[in-house]
C-alpha cells in the first residue's frame, strides 16, 4: 500500500473519516520501513558474516554451531596475509589497478569518439555499421572467448596485461550510451564552431566532450568495476602468477587456505571492501548515470 | 590545366569543410573498422567456423587458421551428436544435455524472480523519504561491486554444512544439529530443482538484484507526479494507479532490463565455477562452464565452440520471443 | 557511384587481408622442436634465471625452494624462480601454455600426465642419465609415468602413495576404546571406525575414516579390485574393465562403510572437508592420503601431528597390492633456452641420493631413487620423519596404475561422481559400474 506523495490530497481526505484514514495511511507506512529494513538487514548480512569472520580466530571459526559475533576479535588474519610472503598484494592490485584503467580510459575515448560520430554526422553505412557494433553486445562471451584466445595466441599477447586491454578497445555498450546522450546536444555550437574554423578534433575535445561529464563518469565507473572484477577472461589469458589479477587471486588463495576460512575471509575483505568503498563514496554519479542509461 | 582540374576535384572530395568532416568520420569510423573486423567479426566467425571441426590447439593444422590437417573437418558431426539422446552417447554429450537443462532452468527462474524481486522493492525504496533513499540503494546495490569470486567464497562459507550461517540459524532456532550440504547434497531437490542450483540462483540474484533495483527506481522516478495525482483524484486506489497507470509507463523498462537479465543469465560463469565447479553430480554444471572446460581443460575446442554456438542460437531466439511476446502485450 | 565500388573494395580488401593474415601465421608454431635456441642463455659464463612451475604444496614448494637455493649456492650465476598454481588451475595453465609457447623451463610434473604432454619436453639428455640408467636407479612405479615410448622425459622425485594404509589419530582411537595396532580384515575394521565416529541428532559430526576424497575414492576403488583378484584394464590396456564381479565388490565394500554411517559423503568429500583438512581439524578419526598432507599441515597442527600414526589397511584376502600413480618430478619443456642448465638443476635435485632424500623429507614423500628407499639411508628418513615407517613396509606392494589416457578425468569425474552417486543412493551400484565403464572408455577416444 505504498503511496508515492506525501501527503493525501486535501479533497479524498474528505471522505474518509480522519482518524481511520491518517491511522492507515501510518500503519502501511510503518509496515513499509519494516519490510525494507528487514530486507535490508537480510542482504547486508552475508557481508557482515564475512567481515565479522575475519576478525575471528582459527579456532573459532570452526566452532560448531558458529558465533555470529566474534568471541575473541584479532587481527591476526589480517597481519598473517599482508605479511605473507607468497602474497604481495600490493602487486596484485597494481593488476588489476592498471588493467581497469587502461581499459577504462581507452572504453571512454572510443565510445565517446564513435557516439560523436554516429550522433552527429552523416555517412553512408552508418546505419549498419551502428547496428553491427550494438549486435556484437549480443554475442555471449563464451562464443568469441575460444578464437579470442587463439587470435591472442597468434598475435602473442598471451600471458600480457595487453592482451587483456587490446582486444577490448572498443565497447558496444560505451558507443551506444555516448550515442545516446550526444544526440541531445544541441547542434548550433557545433556548427558556429565549424564556421569559426575549428578542426573536428578541437571541436570534439572542447567542445563535445566537457558536456559529457555524467555519462563519461557513469560509464568509466561501471567498466572500472567490470574490469577490475573480471575473472574469467583474465585466468585464460594471465598464466604466470605475477602477472593475475585480484579476483583470480583471491580465488588461488581460498583454495590453498582451505581450511581455514578466517584467512580467506580477511583476504575477501581486503579485496572487495575497497571498491566498494570508492563507491559509497562516489555513488552520486554512478546512480545518476545509470538512470540516464537506463541499461546494463 | 588538367593537372589544376585534378587538384580542384581533389579538394572538392576532402578539402574544405565538407573535406574536413569526411577525413574526420573516416579517420574515426575506419581503424573502429579494422579493429571490429579483428577482434569482433573474426572470432565469431571463426567460432562458428571451429563448430565444424575436430580441434584442439595442441595438433597442428593446416596454415589456415589451423583447421585441417591434424584437425580434421567433422562437417555437423557435433551437432548431430548433440541431437541424439539415446542412452549409450559418450560424456560430452551427456553432460551438455545436463548443462542444456541447467542453464535454462537457471535462466528461466532467475528473470522472473529477479523482476518480482526489484519492481516491488524499486516501487518501496521510492516511496520513502528522501533521505533515507540512497541509503537502501546503496545497501541492495552494494553486492554489485563484489567481484564474483568474491561473492562465491562469501556464500560457500555461508552454506557450509558445519561452520556456515545457514546451517547455524537454523540450528539456533530447532535446537539440533544441522549439517545441511546445501550445494554438496545431490539428493537434495526441491519442486524438481536441485537444491544447489536453487543456492546459485540466490547467490546471483542477491548480487544482480542492485542493478535492476536501480534502473526501476529512477524509472518510477521519471512517471511524472501530476499523473498519478490525477488517477487518485479519479479515485483509483494505489494498487489500480499501480496497474493502470505505472506499470504501463514502465514497460520499456521492464521489457528492456528483462532482455538484458536473461542475456546475462545465460553467461554467468564465476559464479558456477567458483561456487559449486558443476557440482554436485553435474547438478549446476552450467553451458558456460561446460564450454569453458571442454575448451580449456579436455582441448576439445571443436566441440566446444559447436555448444557456444547453440548457447548463441539459445540466446538469440529466447531475446527475439521476449521482445516479440513484450512488446505486444504492451502496446495499447 | 565510384565512391561506392570503392569503399565496398576498400573494406573487402581490408577484411580479406586481416583473414589471410591471421589465418596464414597460424600453425607455425605447433611443430616447434627446440623452442629458439638463440635466444640469450648462455650455459656456464653469462647469468642464466630459470623459471619453475608447480602446484601449491606448502611442503612441496618449501622442498623445491630448498632444492634452488641449494643449487644457487653450488652456481651463483643461475637464478631460479618458483610459481605456483592451485592444482585444477596448473592444469589448465599447461594445457593453454604449452601449446602458445608460453612455457617455463621447468615444470614440475605429474608422472601419470608426462606422456600427454610429451610433444611439449625435451627428453632427458643422455649425458644427465640413460633410460637404462635411470631404470636402475630409479624404482618402476615412478619411472613408469614418465617414459613414453623409449624415451624419458622427466626425472621422478617421488614414489607416490595414497592407499594401503589410513592416517589414524591415536587420541581419539583410546578414547573410544579402539586398539589401534591393525587390522586382519575389513569387518574388523569397520567396527573400530564405527567406534570412532561421533554422531549427533543424526547427522556425523566426526566422521571415522575419510576415503571420499577424489583420490582416496579412486585409489580405494581400483586397488581393491587388484586386490580382489581382478584389473581395471583389459589385457593390451586399451579399454578399462570396471563393471565387473571384482568392481562390484570393490564398490560394495566401499558403499557399505557409508552404509554403516561412518562417513557422509555430502558432507565429507573432495569440495568440502577435504580428508587433509577433516583430519588435522579433527573432524575425522582416520582418513586415507599420502605422507605428504602430514607435512603439509603438521606445522600448523602439531598436537594432531603428535598424535598421529599410519596403519595398514586390511586386505581384501590375501593380496596386499595397491595402485600407485607415478609421482611428481621435474620436466623441461621445449620452451626453455636454457635447456643445459634445466637439466643439470633437474639431476642435482632428483638423481642425487642426497639432495634427492633431503626433498623427500620436507615434501613427505617417500624417494623414488632405489637407493634412498633402503638401507640407511631410508633409516635415516625414517628416523626423521616417522610418518614414513608403514609406508616403506608396504611400497614393494605398490602397482603402477599404467599409462592412462586422462586419468584426472577417470579418478575425479567418472569414479568420483559414481562413486557418490552410489553412496547416496542416486545409482544403484550396477548403474554407476555401468556408468564407469562405458565414460571411462570413452576416454580412449
Given amino acids: 500500500m505504498a503511496t508515492t506523495s506525501e501527503r493525501v490530497p486535501v479533497s479524498e481526505r474528505r471522505d474518509e473519516p480522519r482518524r481511520s484514514g491518517v491511522g492507515r495511511y501510518r500503519a502501511s507506512r510503518g509496515l513499509l520501513y519494516v519490510v525494507l529494513i528487514v530486507l535490508g538487514i537480510v542482504a547486508a548480512l552475508p557481508f557482515v558474516w564475512m567481515f565479522l569472520s575475519s576478525f575471528k580466530s582459527a579456532a573459532e571459526i570452526r566452532q560448531v554451531p558458529p558465533t555470529f559475533w566474534p568471541q575473541e576479535g584479532t587481527l591476526d588474519n589480517y597481519r598473517t596475509i599482508l605479511n605473507d610472503p607468497e602474497l604481495p598484494l600490493w602487486l596484485f592490485y597494481k593488476n588489476s589497478a592498471f588493467i581497469a584503467i587502461m581499459n577504462t580510459i581507452a572504453t571512454l575515448f572510443t565510445g565517446s569518439i564513435l557516439g560523436y560520430v554516429f550522433a552527429k554526422f552523416e555517412f553512408r553505412g552508418r546505419q549498419a555499421l551502428f547496428w553491427f557494433i550494438l549486435g556484437t553486445m549480443m554475442i555471449p562471451s563464451q562464443v568469441t572467448m575460444l578464437p579470442g584466445y587463439l587470435i591472442l595466441m597468434q598475435l602473442r599477447l598471451l600471458n600480457n596485461p595487453w592482451g587483456l586491454i587490446i582486444p577490448s578497445f572498443i565497447s558496444a555498450f560505451a558507443v551506444f550510451v555516448m550515442r545516446q546522450f550526444i544526440v541531445s546536444i544541441p547542434n548550433d555550437e557545433i556548427y558556429s564552431a565549424r564556421v569559426d ?19 563519461l563518469a557513469t560509464l568509466g565507473m561501471l567498466t572500472f568495476m567490470f574490469n577490475w572484477n573480471a575473472y574469467l577472461w583474465p585466468l585464460i589469458v594471465l598464466t604466470q602468477p605475477n602477472k593475475r589479477t585480484l579476483p583470480i587471486i583471491l580465488y588461488w588463495y581460498s583454495t590453498q587456505h582451505s581450511s581455514q576460512v578466517n584467512l580467506v575471509m580477511a583476504a575477501s575483505v581486503l579485496i572487495v571492501i575497497p571498491v566498494l568503498i570508492v563507491f559509497a563514496l562516489s555513488q552520486k554519479w554512478i546512480v545518476r548515470g545509470l538512470t540516464l542509461t537506463g541499461g546494463k | 590545366m588538367s593537372q589544376a582540374i585534378e587538384i580542384r576535384r581533389r579538394r572538392r572530395w576532402f578539402g574544405g569543410r565538407e573535406g574536413a568532416q569526411k577525413r574526420f568520420v573516416a579517420g574515426v569510423t575506419l581503424p573502429a573498422i579494422a579493429f571490429m573486423l579483428v577482434f569482433s567479426l573474426l572470432p565469431i566467425v571463426w567460432a562458428f567456423a571451429l563448430a565444424f571441426f575436430d580441434f584442439s590447439p595442441r595438433r597442428a593444422g593446416t596454415p589456415f587458421l589451423g583447421l585441417g ?54 516501487a518501496m525504496i521510492e516511496s520513502v523519504h528522501e533521505r533515507v533513499k540512497p541509503v537502501f540503494r546503496t545497501v541492495f546495490f552494494l553486492p554489485v561491486l563484489a567481484s564474483s569470486v568474491g561473492v562465491a567464497i562469501i556464500w560457500v562459507f555461508v552454506l557450509h554444512p558445519q561452520n556456515g550461517l545457514l546451517n547455524g540459524i537454523i540450528r539456533a532456532f530447532t535446537g539440533k544439529t544441522t549439517q545441511i550440504g546445501w550445494i554438496t547434497d545431490a539428493r537434495l531437490v526441491f519442486l524438481g530443482i536441485p537444491v544447489a542450483l536453487i543456492a546459485v540462483i540466490v547467490a ?19 512517471i511524472p507526479q501530476s499523473v498519478k495525482d490525477a488517477a487518485r483524484v479519479d479515485g483509483a486506489s494505489a494498487w489500480q494507479t499501480f496497474r493502470h497507470i505505472t506499470l504501463p509507463l514502465l514497460m520499456p523498462t521492464i521489457l528492456l532490463t528483462s532482455i538484458l537479465t536473461m542475456i546475462s543469465a545465460f553467461q554467468v560463469f564465476d559464479l558456477f565455477q567458483v561456487m559449486t565447479d558443476g557440482g554436485p553430480q553435474d547438478q549446476t554444471r552450467a553451458l558456460s562452464l561446460d564450454i569453458y572446460q571442454e575448451a580449456f581443460r579436455f582441448q576439445k575446442m571443436g566441440w566446444a565452440a559447436a555448444v557456444s554456438v547453440v548457447l548463441f542460437a539459445l540466446v538469440f531466439v529466447i531475446s527475439l520471443a521476449q521482445t516479440r511476446l513484450l512488446r505486444s502485450r504492451w502496446e495499447y | 557511384m565510384s565512391r561506392r565500388t570503392w569503399t565496398m573494395r576498400g573494406l573487402t580488401a581490408v577484411f580479406a587481408v586481416m583473414l589471410l593474415g591471421a589465418a596464414c601465421t597460424f600453425g607455425g608454431d605447433e611443430t616447434d622442436g627446440d623452442g629458439g635456441d638463440g635466444g640469450g642463455g648462455t650455459t656456464g659464463g653469462g647469468a642464466v634465471t630459470l623459471t619453475m612451475w608447480a602446484h601449491r604444496s606448502k611442503s612441496f614448494n618449501q622442498a623445491l625452494r630448498n632444492s634452488m637455493r641449494a643449487y644457487e649456492a653450488e652456481n651463483p650465476n643461475v637464478t631460479i624462480e618458483l610459481e605456483t598454481f592451485d592444482y585444477d588451475t596448473l592444469i589448465q595453465t599447461l594445457q593453454t601454455a604449452l601449446p602458445a609457447g608460453n612455457a617455463p623451463d621447468l615444470i614440475h610434473m605429474f608422472g601419470t600426465w608426462t606422456c600427454s604432454y610429451a610433444d611439449f619436453l625435451t627428453t632427458v639428455p643422455d649425458d644427465v642419465i640413460t633410460l637404462a640408467d635411470a631404470q636402475q636407479v630409479f624404482f618402476p612405479g615412478p619411472l613408469g609415468g614418465f617414459t613414453c615410448g623409449d624415451a624419458l622425459y622427466g626425472l621422478p622425485e617421488e614414489s607416490n602413495v595414497e592407499y594401503g594404509a589410513t592416517l589414524v589419530n591415536t587420541a581419539m582411537a583410546d578414547a573410544a576404546g579402539v586398539v589401534a595396532d591393525g587390522w586382519a580384515s575389513w569387518d574388523e575394521f569397520i567396527a573400530d571406525a564405527k567406534k570412532m565416529t561421533v554422531i549427533q541428532d543424526g547427522a556425523i559430526t566426526r566422521a571415522g575414516y575419510h576415503f571420499t576424497a577424489g583420490d582416496g575414492l579412486a585409489h580405494s576403488f581400483l586397488s581393491l579390485i587388484v586386490q580382489g583378484g581382478g584389473n581395471y584394464l583389459n589385457e593390451d590396456g586399451t579399454a578399462f574393465t570396471l563393471n565387473t564381479p571384482e568392481g562390484e565388490r570393490a564398490l560394495t565394500l566401499l558403499k557399505s562403510m557409508v552404509d554403516e554411517q561412518i562417513i557422509d559423503p555430502v558432507i565429507y568429500n573432495d569440495e568440502q572437508n577435504w580428508v587433509g583438512d577433516c583430519y588435522f581439524i579433527e573432524l575425522c578419526a582416520m582418513g586415507v592420503v599420502g605422507p605428504w598432507a602430514v607435512a603439509d599441515y603438521k606445522d600448523d597442527y602439531p598436537e594432531v601431528a603428535a598424535n598421529t600414526i599410519y596403519l595398514e589397511l586390511p586386505p581384501l584376502e590375501d593380496s596386499k597390492a595397491f595402485i600407485a600413480d607415478s609421482g611428481w618430478g621435474i620436466s623441461v619443456s621445449t620452451d626453455s633456452p636454457n635447456a643445459d642448465v634445466a637439466w643439470d638443476f633437474a639431476s642435482f635435485a632428483a638423481l642425487d641420493p642426497e639432495n634427492a632424500a633431503a626433498w623427500n623429507l620436507t615434501s613427505g614423500t617417500l624417494p623414488a631413487l632405489v637407493e634412498n628407499g633402503e ?35 577417470l579418478y575425479y569425474e567418472i569414479i568420483y561422481n559414481h562413486g557418490l552417486a552410489a553412496f547416496q543412493g542416486l545409482e544403484t551400484v550396477e548403474e554407476a559400474l555401468q556408468a564407469m565403464e562405458s565414460e571411462a572408455n570413452d576416454t580412449f577416444g
Fill in chain 2, 69 to 122: 590437417g591434424n584437425n580434421p573437418f567433422v562437417g555437423l558431426e557435433h551437432f548431430r551428436q548433440m541431437l541424439d539422446t539415446s542412452t549409450g552417447q559418450s560424456v560430452q554429450v551427456s553432460q551438455f544435455h545436463t548443462a542444456l537443462k541447467v542453464t535454462l532452468a537457471f535462466a528461466f527462474l532467475v528473470v522472473p524472480l529477479n523482476l518480482a524481486i526489484t519492481l516491488p522493492l524499486a
Fill in chain 3, 375 to 409: 638401507g640407511a639411508a631410508r633409516d635415516q628418513l625414517v628416523s626423521a620423519f616417522p610418518y614414513f615407517e608403514t609406508w616403506f613396509t608396504i611400497l614393494p606392494n605398490a602397482q603402477f596404475v599404467g599409462q592412462l589416457p586422462d586419468r584426472d578425468r
Fill in chain 2, 204 to 222: 546471483y540474484l542477491w548480487q544482480d538484484i542492485g542493478y535492476n533495483l536501480v534502473i526501476f527506481i529512477a524509472a518510477l522516478q521519471a
Fill in chain 1, 197 to 215: 574554423g575549428a578542426s573536428e578534433w578541437r571541436i570534439y575535445r572542447s567542445i563535445v566532450l566537457p558536456q559529457l561529464g555524467a555519462p
